[in-house]
Nanobody
Framework: QVHLAESGGGLVQPGGSLRLSCVTS????????MGWFRQAPGKEREVICG????????YYVDSVKGRFTISRDNAKNTLYLQMDSLKAEDTAVYSC????????????????WGQGTQVTVSS
């Protein structure tokens, strides 16, 4: 059974930083592309970044490019998201997701995501 557990969310002021972690089990993590998506109140879920199984390719949506960094530690079956220069519009529930990487694009695997962790950016 695949299990993904996010942590590291919280309340932070605009301009601040947070580091999210996602520990996985039941997944061949070392051979699986991964990513993060977020869902803000009243908005659709949005994939914001992805990383190949080896970490040699990453993707970021324009709204987080240059501020967020995705990384992974295959020895620990753990995915990370470093978020810097946070803005109020980054407020959302953030979830990690297993993905398929094909022809340069990332495709989330249905059902292969965690419960999420709340990130609130507010002064």
């Amino acid at each position: 059974q695949v299990h993904l557990a996010e942590s590291g969310g919280g309340l932070v002021q605009p301009g601040g930083s947070l580091r999210l972690s996602c520990v996985t089990s039941g997944l061949t993590f070392g051979t699986t592309a991964m990513g993060w998506f977020r869902q803000a109140p009243g908005k659709e879920r949005e994939v914001i970044c992805g990383i190949t199984f080896s970490g040699d390719h990453t993707y970021y949506v324009d709204s987080v490019k240059g501020r967020f960094t995705i990384s992974r530690d295959n020895a620990k079956n753990t995915l990370y998201l470093q978020m810097d220069s946070l803005k109020a519009e980054d407020t959302a529930v953030y979830s990690c997701v297993a993905m398929d990487f094909f022809n340069g694009d990332y495709f989330p695997r249905a059902g292969y995501w965690g419960q999420g962790t709340q990130v609130t950016v507010s002064s």
